[in-house]
């Protein structure tokens, strides 16, 4: 294969039906996306062979048994990829929609219509669902898209991509307009990222690795978060029963995700009370403790952080906790160590609890609520292509607003400026 001639041809494709998905109508779009699921629903036992190819070799191949994890289609996996389809069909199409519409002093009316970015360029390792999602999300949003999967997980992304091909064809929507990379090459990925001239926008999906090399490389902007450190702060005024379940929940729930908590900062006056507490739960859960100095005072079973500890996204049952002497102390801390991803105050004082909410700049800040919450779903976007802690041009869970723009619309009854 001719690699730059085979990425020139799909990008050229990706563009040229970009432009038809864009002026196609809703319904056209969701009638793609509900054919697809049909055709993923008979295709299971073909989804079934071409996953086992991909297993057989990632375990020949000595593949993480994480990534084996992810790379399995398991029936309840294929159960969850009809209901994506399903509820993306159903969400509203943001495409074409019209705000701030106000009259000027010459007469003229000026507004925003929201259009597509275009072609969507999507990078990500192992999980073969993903490329339902991100088509979905797209194609939604009026979008062409082109996925570069992780070339463990080819042979189940191609079966993905015929059935995706058969909803577009029953639509009456060009095929390219969902296009996944054929080949291993991982020279594939150095050419998707660099070209503007056929791809306006790369999300990678992956881990941190991924992520910096496509952010440091590309020559397209690129929508992302490099992880997620994640805090909670128990403030002086907090209901401890609340913090003690936010906490717990924050930490807990789920380890493996970018919304998780990795730091726990707990206000001076409230600590003594509400770490032993907070501190059997992490125990019986089988999460190790990393503490300041206050913390192990306090905590016999702690042991002492490093100063790396407040930087590190754990993605396990790890949590590192710091004692603080004030609010300002516990968001200079989160503006030192940060993310930007998401953080939480517990808290009945008011004042407290806005000043949390415009003082730190993350792309999700809550009150009383479990950073589990920062996610698309969660908040009413029916699903979402990732998370964004960039401030342009989108910013934490990515849906189908965040894959568009806007324009501005001007109408006229024959007005010329004078």
Request: hydrophobic share 45%; glycine share 8%.
């Given at each position: ?5 085979y ?31 049909d ?8 989804l ?28 309840a996996r ?8 399903t ?37 990500y ?16 949003s009026?979008?062409?898209?082109i ?6 997980a ?49 999300v ?37 029963d ?12 789920r380890y493996?995700?970018?919304n998780t ?24 859960a ?36 710091r ?8 968001m ?7 993310s ?73 009854e ?5």
């Amino acid at each position: 294969m001719d690699l730059d001639q085979y990425m020139t041809d799909v990008g050229r494709a990706a563009r040229a039906a970009s432009r038809h998905v864009a002026a196609s109508a809703t319904n056209a779009r969701n009638t793609a996306l509900l054919a697809a699921r049909d055709a993923l629903d008979a295709a299971r036992p073909a989804l079934a062979a071409a996953n086992a190819a991909d297993m057989e070799r990632g375990a020949a191949n000595g593949l993480d048994p994480a990534l084996m994890d992810r790379l399995e289609l398991t029936p309840a996996r294929v159960d969850s990829m009809l209901e994506g389809l399903t509820q993306v069909a159903t969400l509203p199409d943001p495409v074409g929609s019209i705000s701030d519409m106000n009259a000027m002093p010459s007469g003229i009316k000026v507004g925003k219509m929201r259009v597509p970015l275009g072609v969507i360029g999507i990078i990500y390792e192992s999980r073969p669902n993903v490329t339902v999602e991100a088509a979905s999300l797209c194609l939604k949003s009026g979008n062409a898209t082109i996925l570069r999967g992780g070339s463990e997980a080819l042979e189940s992304n191609m079966a993905i991509a015929r059935c995706l091909t058969l909803g577009l064809q029953q639509a009456g929507l060009p095929e390219a307009a969902v296009q996944v990379i054929e080949t291993r090459d991982r020279a594939a990925v150095g050419r998707l990222i660099s070209m503007p001239e056929y791809v306006d926008v790369i999300v990678p999906r992956g881990g941190k690795g991924l992520i910096e090399r496509i952010s440091a490389e590309a020559r397209v902007p690129v929508i992302k978060h490099l992880d997620g450190n994640c805090h909670v702060f128990i403030d002086e005024d907090a209901d401890e029963d609340m913090a003690v379940a936010i906490a717990v929940n924050a930490k807990t729930q789920r380890y493996g995700t970018c919304n998780t908590m990795e730091t726990l900062l707990v206000h001076a006056s409230i600590a003594g009370s509400v770490l032993p507490r907070l501190a059997d739960e992490y125990l019986s859960a089988g999460v190790e403790l990393r503490g300041c100095e206050r913390t192990c005072a306090l905590l016999p079973a702690a042991i002492a952080a490093t100063e790396a500890d407040w930087e590190e996204e754990y993605l396990g049952p790890v949590l590192a906790v710091r004692v603080v002497d004030s609010l300002q102390a516990a968001m200079d801390h989160i503006e030192a160590h940060s993310s930007r991803h998401t953080e939480t105050i517990v808290t009945r004082d008011h004042a407290r609890a806005m000043r949390f909410l415009r003082e730190v700049d993350s792309s999700s800040v809550m009150v009383n609520a479990s950073t589990r919450f920062a996610d698309g779903f969660e908040y009413g976007l029916g699903a979402e292509i990732g998370i964004s802690t960039d401030k342009l041009h989108a910013r934490g869970p990515v849906g189908l607003e965040g894959l568009t723009s806007q324009k501005y619309v001007v109408l006229g009854e024959g007005q010329v400026r004078s």
